[in-house]
């Protein structure tokens, strides 16, 4: 009776201690902190949601997130601040949007030479859409960036493609961010004059890239990192 007591008493505490765990990593994951990588003067703000953050790699953020590995990619003289937020919108009325995290506010502190932004993929759910109020938040998002630092240089990326079903109205569309996001984005690149990196394209025909649909593994990050190093090198 008392060894049925101890491995019932044993039971609930690793029950415990992995709820625990799980619980930490949600925290982390609904309020993320900045990840640093990276010691070098010239700094590159990574702004986004999940696919930013690296949802699909979480349990090795630190090394295996696109902005992790293109910290490697630009070498010692970078240091790459990844302020990816999981759910989040570029519209502030979307269900969870990204201004409230204060990242930006947070990003335009460091001052940074470069800014990446790819914002999207959860602005396409059909609960969020709103193709007018969507550019004309990218616009502003773009100009509060160009008005702090004149000299940054600015990326903004087309989201990858998505490559799961729809299923309610908080699902991902991939026909939106084809259809719609991909031209607003071009237009916004040719109306400011920023730089625009094309990561629907690279990723369309590649489903293994993604460990979910959405999310890109490792090997999807890999690709994608060294994808932006090539855009960020030739420009």
């Not at 602005?123 to 502003?140: F, M, Q, R, T, V």
């Not at 996001?181 to 990723?203: F, Q």
């Not at 649909?213 to 855009?231: E, L, M, S, T």
Request: overall charge positive.
């Amino acid at each position: 009776m008392k060894n049925k007591f101890k491995t019932i008493y044993k039971l609930w505490i690793d029950i415990f201690i992995l709820f625990f765990i799980i619980c930490i990593k949600i925290y982390k994951i609904c309020y993320p902190n900045v990840q640093k990588l990276g010691k070098g003067s010239i700094k590159v703000a990574c702004i986004g949601d999940s696919i930013t953050y690296g949802l699909g790699v979480e349990f090795r953020r630190s090394f295996s997130t696109y902005p992790a590995i293109l910290a490697r990619l630009l070498g010692k003289k970078y240091k790459v601040l990844n302020y990816g937020a999981s759910s989040r919108t570029l519209l502030s009325d979307g269900n969870h949007p990204y201004y409230k995290t204060k990242f930006i506010e947070k990003s335009i502190e460091e001052k940074p030479d470069i800014i990446i932004i790819m914002l999207g993929s959860n602005d396409s759910k059909a609960i969020n859409w709103n193709s007018k109020k969507y550019k004309e938040e990218y616009l502003n998002l773009i100009k509060t960036y160009q008005n702090t630092n004149k000299n940054s240089k600015i990326y903004i990326m087309i989201p990858p493609r998505a490559f799961i079903k729809v299923k309610n109205n908080k699902s991902i569309q991939n026909k939106i961010i084809k259809e719609q996001i991909s031209p607003i984005i071009k237009e916004i690149a040719n109306e400011t004059g920023v730089n625009i990196i094309d990561l629907y394209t690279l990723t369309k025909n590649h489903p293994k890239w993604f460990f979910d649909g959405v999310h890109p593994n490792k090997k999807g990050n890999i690709f994608i990192a060294n994808y932006i190093f090539y855009k960020i090198s030739n420009i």
